[in-house]
């Protein structure tokens, strides 16, 4: 049985030639119907970046600590390392390279830019799909709401002050 | 004008889309996965490395020191890091084995089944045993470099001083978390050279070690920077080593191999800030003037030298901080332990030696009876005086100033006073705490004539003006900070430029992405060179005065006609007048300096020992500011990790391996844990940075740790003197828990 923590983000019949357990899924992402397919236990972010080249989901930690890796399954925010390929099955997918709309950045998208809550980028489409999230349960949060929604990704560039005024200018505009 | 303005983040639509392209999103055809293959001894020697007989090895690509077609050696200062180990092991998670195979679970497996026996020798893990040289784990003494250096007459300003205060003060190691961990994608083999491309900080670093490795001529090695999320010094040295190691598995290979390490390897096997002591005894007369500072400053190396001497350079000159002081000492060591080599990361030294010195003058200014701000400013350094290092200074300097409105800003001296009314009665303790600081701006005394930087710009037919700089956006904003400086130079829109990526085939070596240079040291060479650029156009008729977007795009289009091409240049000549001298250790050490003053408010909870920052200001001098968004959010950073580094951030050593290399146990500030970080910019344009902007990107990690340290002296009347400040060690200083 495959370790899940160390994930291969492969299907088993490619590279070791290991016989294993196989799924095959459907599910939507980001409104697009696809099929998936590997070890059961493959993780989602792996399956997301390597199947589908969705590489707006990121690795920072593989223990579901950082948030780099989040996306939303069925309106909910979750770390995509934590979720085995099987839990997808059905699922609505929304990934970072589905938030915009066509060239039309989300309200919260262009506040991280007007107002430097992006820097290095990394922690960026995990926190934009947190603020997407929030947003989407609570039109009008107050600044500690914010801090509370966000406090499962993590940034290690900014101090997290001009994530929060995005936030909050994005629900105002 | 475009100085000034809050121009956005020039990547930020690709960053907030998931666009940008960092090298884990890099999948070439045929490509394989490397993986590391690590000591498990501190230190020791080889006997043997077994390939276990579970695995086909032959289905693996194997690589070990005997396959370095060069010199076995990360190619940095004293070249003394193998880039394999080779007969011998000298800290935990040293690179033995590299192997690469395109399904990364079975690498994992393989990996499990390589065994390297080592014959254990006896390691040196503390500072301590390191000085005591009982043990000699690196030349002759342990010890990687020495500065010592001394002013007017110590001994003797000692043996007369009314009042002596002493004290030690020690820093822990941190661990960058950078979110994106270190990785590499190489593509190698003995026709066409070497080209790597990765998350990096400083892409002729790269190709300098990949040159030596490889024994290649600079054609034949390129470097490509891709998007790099985070790098805080963390991917200033380290990127070598793991560039190399892709290299040589896709050399054998013949084949694609990215190595990407997971936050485990990260934590485990890459560079951290260096733990520092340092010893601290001051003579100060009854009103509280400086009469004579001796200071004793330690660091940690590792088990190699990288570049501690040069941390260990910054943080002794930076151990007499913002003051006037006529009869110094510093003593600074660098020393070797049997841990991972400790690296480059933000502040580089001085973050260690002012939190020392910061924390020390509160002490003092109670020996003498005054209140803390009192005896700083009764110190402070003017203009026109020398520091100890003996750098005359030129530029004016306001300490004074940034402390009035520091203190106006967080009614300081009321909060002082309410709070130690108030206190004795609370269960939480308030307390407000300040430090004074500077950071000098650009390389150490005679770097940046070493670096002698290069940049290019170039004009395109259409009008558009290249800036070409191996100068890297790790999350800072070059990209956005260089197109203000060549807009403004050029007199258009920042449209107008384009900045190219690091790519070492294309862009010269403008330096690398560190000490707080980019922007002030690379930012006036841009300046420089499209200032030379517009001259070559006035050769076809650009006035010298002002023009538009369609005369400029016709000047362009009309030169590149008459001659092929428009390429201007500027290389680094040091300011007039600086003078250093790398034998007595004397002179300008730096072009310029940032001030500053920053002030923090916290509570600290007497039950459990937790202690919480309330309130942050930073007020700081930084020369003109270019991008204020942009300036704000690196000081707003900066403070947020040197708050994780006063209160938080632990490394466990266990036999000189980090015991928790982990995210859920090693513990970064949450969005959760920092207060509101008020940032406040004094400009003072500087004459030698680009419309008269200093470098700011360390300054922030100097100041925090000591001001919340005197902070919670204040609150609790305690007197701690190391960092990180968890619960714990306040616990063990208060020495009993309260009812």
Known sequence: ?????????????????????????????????????????????????????????????????????????????????????????????????????????????????????????????????????????????????????????LCRCTGYARIFEAVLQAYRT | MSIGNSSPRREGRAKVTGHARYVDDLVFPGMLHGITVRSAASRGLIQDIAFGPEIDWHDLVVVTAADVPGRNRIALILDDQPCLAEDRVNHPEEPVVLLAHSDRQLLEHARRHVRIDIVPEPPVFTMDEALAARTVVWGDDNIFKRYALERGNVEAAFAAAPIVVDGDYETGAQEQLYIEPNGMLALASPAEGVTVWGSMQCPYYVHKALMSLFALPAEKVRVVQMETGGGFGGKEEFPSVIACHAALLSWKAGRPVKLVYDRAEDMAATTKRHPSRTRHRTAVSR???????????????????????????????????????????????????????????????????????????????????????????????????????????????????????????????????????????????????????????????????????????????DGRVRVLSSNTEIGQGTNTVFAQIAAAAVGLPEDAIEIVQPDTAIV???????????????????????????????????????????????ACADYIDRYGALRATARYQAPPGLKWDDETYQGDAYGTYTWAVYVAEVSVDTTTFETRVDDFVAVQEVGRVINPVLAAGQIEGGVAQAIGWALYERVLWREGRMA?????????????????????FEEQPYAHGPGGAKGLGELPMDGPAPAILNAVAHATGADPRSVPLTPESLMSIMGTVHA
């Open chain 2, 287 to 461: 009103d509280g003037r400086l009469l004579a500072m001796d200071v004793d400053f330690v660091i940690d190396g590792g088990a190699y030298c990288t570049l501690s001497p040069v941390v260990l350079s910054r943080g002794t000159i930076h151990s007499a901080g913002p003051y006037y002081c006529p009869n110094v000492r510093l003593r600074g060591r660098a020393v070797a332990t049997n841990a991972p080599p400790h690296g480059a990361f933000r502040g580089f030294g001085a973050p260690q030696s002012l939190f020392a010195l910061e924390r020390h003058m509160d002490r003092v200014a109670a020996a003498v009876g005054l209140s803390p701000d009192e005896l700083r400013r009764r110190n402070f350094i003017a203009t026109g005086q020398t520091s100890a290092v003996g750098q005359v200074m030129r530029d004016p300097i306001e300490m004074g100033a940034l402390l009035d409105r520091a203190m106006a800003l967080t009614e300081f001296q009321a909060k002082r006073t309410r709070f130690s009314a108030l206190n004795p009665a609370q269960r939480v303790r308030k307390g407000i705490g300040l430090a004074a600081f500077m950071h000098g701006a650009g390389f150490t005394g005679s770097g940046e004539d070493h670096l002698a930087s290069v940049v290019a710009v170039e004009a395109t037919g």
């Open chain 2, 660 to 680: 928790n290399a982990e995210m859920t146990n090693y513990i970064m500030p949450t969005s959760m844990d920092l207060p509101p970080i008020r940032v406040f």
């Open chain 2, 508 to 554: 010269p070596n403008s330096g690398p992405t560190v000490a707080s240079r980019t922007c002030m040291v690379v930012g006036k060479l841009i300046e420089n060179a499209v200032v030379a650029l517009k001259s070559e156009l006035e050769k076809v008729g650009l006035p010298a005065g002002g023009y538009d977007a369609d005369a400029f795009r016709r």
């Open chain 1, 1 to 153: 049985m495959p370790d899940p923590s160390t994930g291969s983000g492969q299907s088993p019949s490619r590279g070791s030639g290991q016989a294993g357990p196989f799924v095959e899924i459907s599910c939507r992402v980001n409104g697009e119907a696809v099929a998936l397919s590997g070890h059961p236990m493959a993780r989602l972010l792996d399956v997301l970046r390597n199947q589908l080249r969705l590489t707006g989901t990121k690795e920072g930690c593989g223990e579901g600590e950082c948030g780099a890796c989040s996306v939303l399954i069925d309106g909910d925010l979750v770390n995509s390392c934590l979720v085995p390929l099987l839990h997808a099955q059905d699922a609505a997918i929304t990934t970072i390279e589905g938030v915009a709309e066509g060239d039309r950045l989300h309200a919260v998208q262009a506040a991280f830019v007007a107002r430097g809550g992006a820097q290095c980028g990394i922690c960026t489409p995990g926190m934009v799909l947190a603020a997407v999230s929030l947003l989407a349960r609570n039109p009008t949060p107050s600044l500690e709401d914010v801090r509370v929604a966000l406090a499962g990704n």
